[in-house]
């Protein structure tokens, strides 16, 4: 396997782990507040979740739709800093300079896109669960 490749596997996979070191970082007074919170956090789980019913198809489709589009956005996020490091070890050689520059753009023009669909896949499924769903 070329270094290229380990490495960018690795930048996936670490940028995949990142949100969980801000999710953890968290400061607590002691250790007693942070098991409070968590004992407060898993009760109220249960009560929302002993109270909401199944999934409705709608939901489900919403949330498959909405991991699709998160992992096609890790991705393309692959794609623009393997972009990146193809332009920055192109040593002055104008054909890869090009080829980043072409993937940079196209890889940019792409995650747009996948935002886009992110936010109205999202409006579109709470509107249907809105007019579906009992009140």
Do not use: C
Request: cysteine-free; overall charge positive.
């Amino acid at each position: 396997m070329k270094p290229v490749k380990i490495l960018l596997i690795s930048i996936l996979i670490f940028s995949s782990l990142l949100p969980l070191v801000f999710i953890f970082a968290q400061s607590a007074s002691n250790v007693n507040d942070v098991l409070k919170g968590l004992d407060d956090t898993a009760a109220s789980a249960r009560i929302i979740s002993a109270s909401k019913a199944a999934p409705t198809i709608y939901e489900f489709i919403g949330r498959f739709i909405n991991l699709f589009l998160s992992f096609l956005g890790v991705v393309f996020m692959g794609i623009i800093i393997f972009a990146g490091f193809t332009w920055m070890f192109a040593k002055g050689n104008q054909e890869k300079v090009q080829k980043a520059h072409d993937l940079l753009e196209n890889s940019f023009i792409g995650l747009i896109i996948i935002a886009a669909a992110y936010l109205l896949t999202n409006y579109v499924v709470f509107r249907i669960l809105d007019v579906t769903l009992p009140k």
